[in-house]
């Protein structure tokens, strides 16, 4: 079976990874060098999402066990389940969180509530002051260093006959396989579009309106800033994904770090440099020992965010031999997202947890 993956980020790497692994013939195309795309700037954190849909509760809790299979046949490939730290600065806000954290423990997560001071003794870099109220650590969190990542399933890819070529934008979705912008038509069997927001131009030419948020949607947070910064000091560390008041941070490699705050990501879009330094001034507050850190890169996209927040997974309507999957968190839900298309795309049959999220639940646009 021939079979085409269109986007090489999280998800479609992911796909062409578990398809290659079947026996089948696949070529996994990207229109960007791997560094410039959006899953190779994500904030990565790798946790189950508690928003009240059992369907999608269930989705992104088997998804934390996907990134135990992977990691399983894939060593040493960018996933950590380091746990999270997270704490708030206002009463109200302590409430939701330990709201979330009763219901999380109610499904089976692990929720762990500590005091500032043994919060401290996890992580002793941090800042976290003793009227910071309670602090919860959910051990079994992760988190993804998205450029190692993608790296190590290209290439573990490659020895199961997978090919790649990370130079070839694709121009149309055809009937027998797609057209590239350079004009090279590759034909197969099967395509499996996974190219983010660019999903749906390439669907309209296919004649299927993709349902995706729009940048500047009213309710939905789609622009996001991710900032990394220089080295930290050594002797510094940070071990885990950390939520804090007004800032987030995670570990990358090279004793760096990811920023990402989401009281800058509402006021996008803005000039990147100075929005940049708003979230790294955030951060000597938090972690006092990278006060001297600056910004090596930053990064402004747009998520590929379904108009009601969860994953389009699935055939298209009409289209037999194409498959489409466009969701937000492409780092936490990749490895799974994989092993159902690996399953329905060469007939093994439906996946029980994929049912809720097909595109033709969407009215026809």
């Not at 999402?49 to 998804?63: M, P, R, S």
């Not at 940070?238 to 995670?250: F, Q, Y």
């Not at 951060?283 to 850190?293: K, M």
Request: hydrophobic letters at 40%; aromatic letters at 4%.
């Amino acid at each position: 079976m021939r079979i085409v993956v269109v986007g090489a980020g999280a998800v479609g790497t992911c796909v062409a990874y578990r398809l290659a692994r079947t026996g089948a013939s696949v070529t996994l195309l990207g229109a960007d060098p791997p560094e410039r795309t959006l899953s190779a700037h994500s904030f990565a954190w790798v946790n189950p999402v508690d928003d009240g849909n059992a369907d999608y509760w269930a989705l992104t809790h088997e998804a934390q066990a996907a990134h135990r299979r992977l990691a399983a046949e894939i060593p040493d490939n960018g996933f950590h389940p380091a746990g999270n730290l997270h704490w708030t600065d206002s009463p109200e806000a302590a409430t939701t969180l330990l709201e979330a954290t009763a219901s999380y423990r109610a499904k089976g997560w692990a929720a762990e509530q500590y005091t500032p001071r043994a919060a401290r003794r996890l992580e002793p870099a941090l800042r976290i002051p003793d009227d910071a109220g309670p602090v919860v650590h959910y051990p079994d969190d992760g988190y993804v260093v998205a450029d190692r990542f993608l790296e190590r399933l290209r290439a573990a890819g490659r020895r199961h006959g997978l090919r790649v070529r990370l130079d070839a934008p694709v121009a149309e979705l055809a009937g027998d396989g797609v057209r590239l912008v350079s004009g090279e038509r590759i034909t197969a069997d099967a395509v499996v579009c996974c190219a983010g927001r660019t999903t749906a131009g390439l669907l309209a030419g296919r004649g299927y309106g993709l349902p995706l948020a729009g940048p500047d949607d009213p309710g939905v947070l789609t622009r996001g800033l991710l900032v990394q910064t220089s080295p930290m000091p050594p002797g510094v560390s940070l071990g885990r994904v950390v939520h804090a008041p007004g800032l987030s941070i995670r570990p990358h490699h090279g004793r760096r770090l990811v920023l990402r705050c989401q009281q800058v990501d509402v006021r996008l879009p803005q000039d990147t440099g100075v929005a940049a330094a708003a979230v790294l001034a955030r951060l000597p507050e938090v972690l006092p020992a990278a006060a001297g850190v600056t910004v090596e890169a930053a990064f402004a996209g747009v998520r590929p965010m379904p108009r009601d927040g969860r994953s389009i997974v699935g055939p298209v309507p009409g289209q037999d031999k194409l498959y489409v999957i466009v969701t937000h968190s492409g780092l936490t839900l990749g490895p799974l997202l994989g092993e159902i298309a690996a399953r329905e795309v060469t007939g093994g049959g439906e996946h029980e947890l994929a049912g809720a999220f097909r595109p033709g639940r969407f009215a026809p646009a």
